[in-house]
């Protein structure tokens, strides 16, 4: 099938070079002229693992193109995937410039019909909108239907999720459009969900709004754990093999981060809001979020006093591992609130130092390496769990310290193996608090 993929971001590129692998004719565009050279020359401008080699495959075999002009990416097309940014407004609520342009695009480009499919998060009712907008730009007389269709991949892990995904949810109020769309995703064998748009759109807030309150609920509980001297693993474990709770999500730590969590949970909370109704356990769920950011800080000053001239080491910056997104990530408001309190903050992350230098304070020095970022550190922050440091030949670094005082906040080290190396270590939920 003859596919366009509006958008090249997380969501659009891995759609793209997915929906090609599986045999379809895909054009992706984009209005950011860098990033179209850049895909054009093969290169993915994001660190994802795995989708450089799928895309180098999806060139070669010509089923993959790029290109600046909407008309060219339309023209033929019988799907019309929108994947632009919703990024969070001033108002919380998802800034939806990307998407109505796109719509004005297709109303005033679109010369065949075509059914437009939305991937990007959008709040509740924007596919009606979305139809509206691109009636009232059409120029020619053609028939377009709208379908939601949320995306449900983990950056990171962005391929293997679209191949492997648990559901594809298709929300439509015309039948033949989402039969259209299940057709498209066929090869992929992933059982296939049916709703109306407005429960789809849904959908998507309502799963990421729910992982963020296993993630808060379960931070909550290795607070109690700190406090009443129980061990957060074990605790999950056993909450988690219980089918009915699942194992998943249930990871003690700093908090979750990204462009999607603590952006949808705003936003569902600012859609009930003007629904007329307060969601309280949402609201408590990015309450716990924020306060856990700063449990490491909170311990360091427990154990160390005041932070004036103190250095203190971050490795890991991005928001979770492999990946180098920083957005929301753990690591900035920590880095900040050290600082504030006088601290000389060194910070050092395997593949987004780069991306960190423009987000971070300048007073934040960047090390190349975590040797270098633990030299004569008085206590370092594990804030992401980058596999560099959970490997136990790792520990000895530490020994470069000018006292081996570790906060694990991904609770991703060995405790016996910093034991050996005489580090002090202070995990997430276990045991008392320092
Ligand atoms: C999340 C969802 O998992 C995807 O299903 C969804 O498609 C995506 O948002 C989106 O809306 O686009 P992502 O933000 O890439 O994906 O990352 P996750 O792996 O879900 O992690 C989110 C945050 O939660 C990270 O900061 C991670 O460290 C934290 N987390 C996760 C925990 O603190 N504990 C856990 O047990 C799991």
Redesign the pocket.
Known sequence: MKIAIVGTG??GLVTGVCLAAIGHDVTCVDVDEEKMAQLGAGIVPFFEPGLDELLAVQRQERRLSFTESHEAAFSGAEAIFIAVGTPQGIDGMPDLRALIEVARAIGLTLANDAVVVIKS?VPVGTNHFVRELIAEHLVRPVTVQVVSNP????????VY?TFHGDRIVIGADDEEAARLVEAIYQPLGIPVLHTDTRSAELI?YA??AF??T??SF??EIAQLCERLGATIEDVARGMGMDARIGE??????????????PK?VKALLGMAELSGYSFSILQAVERVNYRQRLLLIEKLVGRLGDLHGKRIALLGLA??PD?DDMRE??SLTIAETLLKMGAQVVGYDPVSNTKARHVLPPAVELAPGAEEALGGADAAFVL??WEEFTRPSFARLFTRMKAPIVFDG?NCLDAAVLGEWGIEYHPVGRGAWV
Do not use: H, M, Q, W
């Open positions: 997380y969501v998060t995306e449900f991949l983990r950056e990171g892990a962005a999720d998507k799963s990421n992982l963020a296993k993630i379960i931070n998943k999500f249930l990871r003690a730590g700093i908090g979750y981060g990204g462009s999607c969590f949808d928001f979770k990946t990530a753990p992401t769990e991904r």
